[in-house]
């Protein structure tokens, strides 16, 4: 009886938890033994002791003060210091720095995502440039080829298979969250630069979502990562002993799609229509039968086709104005295998025929694509081996065969030039004597390097035009360059996150049940319209990436405000501040 009374009052304090856990879950601000910390919503849940401590959620680590290891059984479950999250987070820090490989970094801040989430994001918006190429772009993919070997039994992502054709429903039940705003979907057949990763493209997942809770504010227990496990094409996947997926070919016929398909409905069935799902790592077939059949049912996002093109718009809208050139009037070329690289064209028309009033048909006569049989014109021969891709037919102009990219170049005498090779193919090689082919009808060229593998490096690129390029590229070729009269440029990486973590935020925001074009260009333009022009001077076209978060929250807001526009908003009424509704919603480590 003494031992009982020495504890508090479990039926209580149960009791309470269940009241409150009625309110808003807002977090709250909390002062105790001298700390001032924002603290995690306990009300939401009724765990306590180890199992706390077991859970990423909730666990703060040394963090808990005094009282919470009272009141949550945590006593002599932790050593006694009591140490702030931003003590924490110089320890964090300090360990991450000591990994020796970009991989170990990687693993230490996945580790770290396991065992105390709040701290994890935290970390991720206080070191934003140091930590972000750990969590995104390159590395993750490599990370992804040995999943297997990384594999833990968190329930991190849900996998969904062939074999649970009709029965998909109840396997979405089975995830721990019934409140889920964000999914992020990936077959695994084209990840990053290493092609197909079957069910090991979940790292990306992981990693998408986690980018859009660190800096789009949306609140991480309403992330959901799906895989869908076909098979995979991988032959050393196929072989190797720790692959987790299911080890056969992978499977395109009407099977896959009906799956796709039993998938969507149950999602709209657990969780409504109102979900931004961001289509990760997916070949063009797979994501335009998804873009075709349910973008006007829900928030789609595709990075390759809707991501990359909108945030390529931006940049051209900046570099337009640094030409001098209104972007109606250039000539646009766009190289590359895949159709990302019409998708860049199509956004571009959209735009450059709404501001110039003119029918998107003909501002499509000054955009041409190049691929690898050569410049994709009406006249190429209709065989099967080189006959026009569909999404290249509103691009196939009348004009000369031209083979190489240097001949395309003297035939059409564009004034950008954008390389936007899919993953996993070579891309075409921006040469000295291809920019120096525009600079015979161009003083200012816009050279636009987008591919995995690079087309050109900043410094190339600036030393075969003079100086005089305007230039942007991908993860691996936007250093610093001085220039031979001591002028230093610091060119823009192209990077999709600018707009995707402002999409997602307006989209779970508002509750929007689509993603419209419309809302694709207000993004552009709010992101082109955030370069700074001390920036825009140094040769960045757009803003840099340690503004983030605030270009994130911009985008956002524009978007929210086009979608009640577009009547596609079901957040009802209209908040009379959108800003401080984003505001409201938006996750804080």
Known sequence: MLRLARRPAVAVWFRSCAIRSMSTGADTEEVEDGLSRRTTPWVRTVISGAELLRNPKYNKGFA?????????????????????????????????????????????????????????????QEHLEECLPFVHGPLVALACKRYGLMFRSLPRSLFVCLSDRGVVFPVLKNWPERRVKAIALSDGEQVGGYGDLGVQSVGALISKLSLYSAYGGVQPS????????CGTDN??????????????????????KELLDEFMEAVEKRFGRNIFISLEGMAWETSKHLLTQYRGEFPLYSDEFQGIPCTALA?????????????????????????????????????????????????????????????????????????????????????????????????VKPTVLI?????????????????????????????????????????EAYKWTHGNCVFAGSYSNTHPVTL??????????????????????????????????????????????????????????????ADLVPVSRAVAQAVARKAYELGI???????ANLAEHIDKQWFHA
Request: glycine share 6%; with cysteine; hydrophobic share 40%.
């Open 64 to 124: 808990f003060t005094e009282g919470e290891r009272d009141r949550l059984y945590l006593r002599g479950l932790l050593p006694p210091a009591v140490i702030s999250q931003d003590v924490q987070l110089c320890r964090a820090m300090a360990n991450f720095r000591s990994k020796t490989t970009d991989l170990e970094k990687y693993q230490y801040l996945q580790g770290l995502h396991e065992r105390n989430e709040r701290l994890f994001f935290y970390l991720l």
């Open 419 to 459: 390389g936007a090779t899919e993953h996993g193919q070579p891309p075409f090689m921006f040469t000295e004597k291809v920019l120096k082919a525009m600079m015979q009808h161009c003083d200012r060229p816009v050279v636009f390097a987008l591919s995995c593998a690079s087309e050109v490096s900043a410094w």
């Open 222 to 229: 309403t992330m959901m990562p799906v895989c869908i496990d």
């Open 315 to 411: 940049g051209l809208i900046s570099a337009a104005k640094q030409t001098g050139i209104p972007l109606e009037e250039h000539v646009v070329l766009v190289s590359g295998e895949g159709a990302q690289a019409a998708a860049i064209a199509e956004m571009l028309a959209a735009y450059v025929a709404a501001q110039s009033k003119r029918s998107v048909p003909d501002v499509r006569e000054n955009m041409w694509l190049l691929d690898s049989k050569g410049l994709v014109t009406r006249g190429r021969d209709s065989t099967d081996n080189n006959s026009l891709k569909e999404f290249q037919y509103p691009f196939a102009h009348s004009g000369p065969a031209c083979a190489q990219l240097s001949d395309a170049i003297m035939a």
């Open 484 to 545: 031979e009269d001591g002028t230093v440029r610091k060119p823009t990486k192209v990077d999709s996150l600018k707009v995707a973590a402002g999409l997602c935020a307006a989209i779970t925001a508002t509750r929007s049940v689509a993603l419209r074009d419309e809302q694709l260009i207000v993004a552009a333009e709010t992101l082109a319209g955030l370069l700074k022009p001390e920036d825009a001077a140094n040769g960045a076209v757009l803003p840099a990436i």
């Open 235 to 256: 032959q050393q996947l196929l072989q190797d002993q720790f692959y987790v997926g299911t080890k056969q070919q992978r499977v395109r016929d009407d099977a896959y």
């Open 569 to 575: 908003a079901t957040d009802l009424p209209k908040p």
